[in-house]
């Protein structure tokens, strides 16, 4: 396993690196780009700028207080960072809290290969991905989860809940184990 400081390695050259302070910029602009619904709002550009900030905050501190043991991370392909994501590794099962790509990158398979790595390692110790993906956005998040495996398990607009299962956990269970 990599050092706090380091990278993580995954699948399609891809790796993780812990959130630096130098990353607030990039990470705001990410959320900007990973939410376009807020532009809708008809103000000037001030306003809108204030409210993306605002809307930051509040979801770093949601985060804080739904997932305190989250792990964030900044996701790197050929050292240059092209997302984030922020990961919950509880005992029950992996919670995926935030996945996003920037638009330039978007297509490239970058988010197929970072779930798929993580699916490879939860795989190893038998637990189940959940996450919530929006019902609107700048990618169709749904599609990609079902691509991958995942299966919707709960509709509560704007998101949908989903979940992947192990095929060791799902072997084990059809066997009654």
Not at 116 to 143: F, K, W, Y
């Amino acid at each position: 396993m990599a050092s706090q400081t380091g990278s993580i390695p995954l699948f399609g050259g891809l790796g993780l690196r812990p959130i630096r302070p130098s990353d607030q910029d990039f990470l705001l602009q990410l959320f900007i780009e990973s939410r376009p619904w807020l532009s809708w709002a008809d103000t000037d550009r001030d306003v809108l700028q204030a409210l993306y900030e605002q809307q930051f905050r509040t979801m770093r501190a949601g985060l804080e207080s739904v997932y305190p043991e989250h792990m964030d991370f900044i996701v790197e392909r050929t050292g240059q960072a092209v997302g984030r994501l922020v990961v919950d590794l509880g005992y029950a099962d992996w919670r995926i809290s935030e996945l996003a790509i920037v638009a330039a990158a978007r297509g490239k398979g970058i988010g197929t290969d970072l779930v798929r790595s993580l699916q490879a390692a939860a795989e190893s110790v038998r637990l189940p991905i959940t996450l919530s993906t929006p019902m609107v956005g700048a990618t169709d998040g749904r599609s990609l989860y079902e691509r991958l495996g995942f299966q919707v398990t709960a509709v509560r607009p704007p998101h949908y809940d989903m979940a992947w299962i192990p095929v060791s956990r799902r072997v084990a269970q059809a066997a009654g184990a």
